[in-house]
T-cell receptor
């Protein structure tokens, strides 16, 4: 089976812009979670989607949003980017109680 | 409250020596426990998990971990470290009590294996 894929792999944006990141889960996996990873904060949970419904949400401002499509692909959107949003954004799909991660999207906000 | 602690930010070990990366947890119910590894500029790779059964769990790349309920620990071990094991290691736990299926993550331990 193909693994979790994320696009794009790298992004450079400026403050105030918005960005959309995409994640395709492992075939058959219906749960997709998103994380933000920064050197000082470790892995911070953003949200989890299951069958197009948000099931869990972390402590991020409303500028961070997500959705899941009927084919389980997921997108996350960050509006009004801030410098502090620079991070590696990781997507994971879940099967057999285990999360499998994609390679991540590295976002740099200038 | 649910929590995971990786008490060492960094572990240094010589190649060929055994390695241990520590993890302790706090949950209200029974735990599911996981170890992941992250190489530079990569996503996290699943190494192993404890769901139920034998307390000693074997995983990828020769790693194993021991679930100790009384000490609420799940330390990652390998009998003989390789330079290629140098990476960032994360422990995670899911509390089976309640309906929240969120994983709680440790802050990671950087493992350096010296040739």
């Amino acid at each position: 089976k193909a693994g979790v894929t994320q696009t794009p792999r790298y992004l450079i944006k400026t403050r105030g812009q918005q960005v959309t990141l995409s994640c395709s889960p492992i075939s058959g996996h219906r749960s997709v979670s998103w994380y933000q990873q920064t050197p000082g904060q470790g892995l911070q949970f953003l949200f989890e989607y299951f069958s197009e419904t948000q099931r869990n949400k972390g402590n991020f401002p409303g500028r961070f949003s997500g959705r899941q499509f009927s084919n389980s692909r997921s997108e996350m959107n960050v509006s009004t980017l801030e410098l502090g949003d620079s991070a590696l954004y990781l997507c994971a799909s879940r099967g057999a109680e285990t999360q499998y991660f994609g390679p991540g999207t590295r976002l740099l906000v200038l | 409250a649910q929590s995971v602690a990786q008490p060492e930010d960094q572990v240094n070990v010589a190649e060929g020596n055994p390695l241990t990366v520590k993890c302790t947890y706090s949950v209200s119910g029974n735990p599911y426990l996981f170890w992941y590894v992250q190489y530079p500029n990569r996503g996290l790779q699943f190494l192993l998990k404890y769901i139920t059964g034998d307390n000693l769990v074997k995983g990828s790349y020769g790693f194993e971990a021991e679930f100790n309920k009384s000490q609420t620990s799940f330390h990652l071990k390998k009998p003989s470290a390789l330079v290629s094991d140098s990476a960032l290691y994360f422990c995670a736990v899911r509390d089976l009590a309640g309906n929240n299926r969120k994983l709680i993550w440790g802050l990671g331990t950087s493992l350096a294996v010296n040739p």
